[in-house]
């Protein structure tokens, strides 16, 4: 890891007053955590969750920045906010991601909201990020959350997929192989039949059948296990030939 570089001397910016300022000026309500940094590793810890993978976090690996504050909205935003090196009229600003309560997965594919650099005056650093950084963190947030909410459903392997078989009199006929699937299928109302050695829901109430199924193949799914509803075959002697269309003529002629 290449040595941090350090800050001049004569830097003199005071971004504690700078982040208090800024909060008050900011929409909503926002209220600081100032951090100076008695150690070099005290700044990696307070930019860990920073959702920046450009300007800002440049600036957190190549410089000693020596303090930073968190803005924390009402709502749970949260805003990192550093000097910015070699701009002595400007300061950085980056979102924090909600890694506390989200999955890292919930984060593939979704692009960063980057941070930017405002000028040490608040009311002009409110209005940029106001315009700029929260319109485009809650857009990543919003695709966070929904992914989030919907994760990924693991392949269905053909080893294990479950078979369900319609039968003539309204039942369904579950066969499989593995454990984990045929506690599902019991756990949901199906019950082992030896005779046709298969897992076997009655359907003398259609609408309880209907839901067990539906609840036995979300389950199933979770598991990364497939399944297959088809209609049992009927035999040649099940199939009767197509009736006379009323009013047809007879094609047999006598003499």
């Known amino acids: 890891m290449p040595t941090p570089r350090s800050l001049p001397a ?19 309500t926002w209220t600081v955590e100032y951090h100076q940094h008695r150690h070099y590793d005290d700044q990696f810890m307070h930019a860990e969750d920073v959702w920046d993978l450009n300007l800002v ?21 949260r805003l990192y906010v550093t000097i910015r090196p070699l701009h002595e009229d400007e300061f950085l600003v980056a979102a924090i991601a909600p890694t506390r309560d989200v999955a890292a997965e919930a984060f593939e594919g979704v692009r960063e909201p980057e941070g930017i650099a405002v000028p040490a005056d608040p009311e002009l650093a409110a209005h940029a990020i106001d315009a700029d ?27 294990t997929r479950v078979v369900m078989t319609w039968r003539d009199d309204g ?28 897992y076997v829901l009655t359907g003398d109430d259609t609408r309880a059948q209907g839901h067990a199924v539906q609840a036995a193949g ?17 035999s040649p002697a099940d199939i009767a030939l197509p009736a006379p269309q009323p009013g047809a003529r007879s094609a047999t002629r006598t003499r």
């Open 10 to 28: 004569d830097d003199n910016r005071d971004l504690e007053s700078f982040a208090a300022v800024l909060a008050d000026t900011l929409p909503g």
């Open 57 to 77: 976090s440049d600036a957190i690996a190549e410089f000693v920045l020596g303090e930073d504050a968190h803005l924390i909205r009402q709502d749970g935003t």
């Open 133 to 159: 950084l929260l319109p485009r963190y809650d857009i990543a947030l919003a695709q966070v959350r929904h992914a989030a909410m919907n994760p990924p459903q693991p392949a269905p392997r053909p080893d």
């Open 171 to 198: 039942s369904l006929a579950a066969t499989t192989t593995t454990r984990p699937a045929a506690e599902v299928l019991l756990a949901e109302g199906f019950v082992w039949e030896t005779a046709s050695n298969a």
């Open 218 to 234: 979300a389950r199933l799914a979770r598991l990364g296990i497939g399944t297959a509803l088809r209609t049992a075959p009927r």
